[in-house]
């Protein structure tokens, strides 16, 4: 079991910058492939990123590809995502989500943990 629990997430123009950190409860952080997804009002749950157990893999969704950066801290049992020239549509509730068998696959239902989210809002 583990508990996930994010931060970093508020209003911010259009073009500028947010960082989102996610702290994990446990031991067995390192362990787990970890991901992004986001989730706006009145859409489906929609993959931002994941990142593999060492943090030497990384993939990311079509819409965030070139703007936003997943990295992780096992010590710190961290995951991040830096979101860079930020976009009104960037706008939802941001989880992080921990899969304990690390398939690495962009798919919210492979994830058995997630934190309550955090609100990124975007104006234009």
């Known amino acids: 079991q583990v508990q996930l629990v994010e931060s970093g997430g508020g209003l911010v123009q259009a073009g500028g910058s947010l960082r989102l950190s996610c702290v994990a409860s446990?031991?067995?952080?390192?362990?787990?492939?970890m991901g992004w997804f986001r989730q706006a009002p009145g859409k489906e749950r929609e993959f931002v990123a994941t990142?593999?157990?060492?943090?030497?893999?990384?993939s990311y969704g079509d819409s965030v590809k070139g703007r936003f950066t997943i990295s992780r801290d096992n010590a710190k049992n961290t995951v991040y995502l830096q979101m860079n020239s930020l976009k009104p549509e960037d706008t939802a509730i941001y989880y992080c989500?921990?899969?304990?068998?690390?398939?690495?696959?962009?798919?919210?239902?492979?994830?058995?943990?997630w934190g309550q989210g955090t609100q990124v809002t975007v104006s234009s």
């Open positions: 446990g031991r067995t952080f390192s362990s787990y492939t």
């Open positions: 990142i593999s157990r060492s943090g030497g893999s990384t």
């Open positions: 989500a921990a899969d304990p068998w690390n398939r690495g696959r962009p798919r919210a239902p492979d994830y058995s943990y």
